[in-house]
T-cell receptor, first 113, second 110 residues
């Protein structure tokens, strides 16, 4: 079965640079969630989109923005990168805006040097 | 104080043992309760979820929710080495924004 696809899988950036992470949800899933997981930490919810509209917002820094496109894929844009942004970024998708069944992608590991 | 508290372990058990994993929470509005399994360098994989209180069983896994005590559990029967992973509980009031525990690292020794 098709799963959530994230690209790139690994990304190395320098401080103050910009990064764009992409997420392709499971086919027919219309809701996308972004999480940040620091080393040894639990996933922290950043933001979610349902039908291309922002549906919920968590602890996403102002330096980050995200959107969901007409084909339901989503992009997380991160500017003025800081060392503390180094983490595993997960995207999850679900069918509908309110179900608990979120299916996670493999993650993008971002390293800021 | 975190919304969700989970003992990080590590937990080490012999093959065939019954494993009990637990989380407590403080937000009485939570009504969706999930358990995820995460292997190293992989995304969390949904194991089970329950809505409101009660028990749910799926094969060797049983999830229990006690809303009066704000306490949830995951039991694994006849544990296998392939069950070795980090187990994360997650909760939500709306079914949208999830709050995760820190995860319990489990090792099942053959």
């Amino acid at each position: 079965a098709a799963g959530v696809i994230q690209s790139p899988r690994h990304l190395i950036k320098e401080k103050r640079e910009t990064a764009t992470l992409k997420c392709y949800p499971i086919p027919r899933h219309d809701t996308v969630y972004w999480y940040q997981q620091g080393p040894g930490q639990d996933p922290q919810f950043l933001i979610s989109f349902y039908e291309k509209m922002q549906s919920d917002k968590g602890s996403i820094p102002d330096r980050f923005s995200a959107q969901q496109f007409s084909d339901y894929h989503s992009e997380l844009n991160m500017s003025s990168l800081e060392l503390g942004d180094s983490a595993l970024y997960f995207c999850a998708s679900s069918l509908g805006a309110r179900p608990p069944e979120q299916y996670f992608g493999p993650g993008t590991r971002l390293t800021v040097t | 104080q975190k919304e969700v508290e989970q003992d990080p372990g590590p937990l080490s058990v012999p093959e065939g043992a019954i494993v009990s994993l637990n989380c407590t929470y403080s937000n009485s509005a939570f009504q969706y309760f999930m358990w995820y399994r995460q292997y190293s360098r992989k995304g969390p994989e949904l194991l089970m979820y329950t809505y409101s209180s009660g028990n749910k069983e799926d094969g060797r896994f049983t999830a229990q929710v006690d809303k009066s005590s704000k306490y949830i559990s995951l039991f694994i029967r006849d544990s296998q080495p392939s069950d070795s992973a980090t187990y994360l509980c997650a909760m939500s009031a709306s079914g949208n924004q999830f709050y995760f525990g820190t995860g319990t690292s489990l090792t099942v020794i053959p």
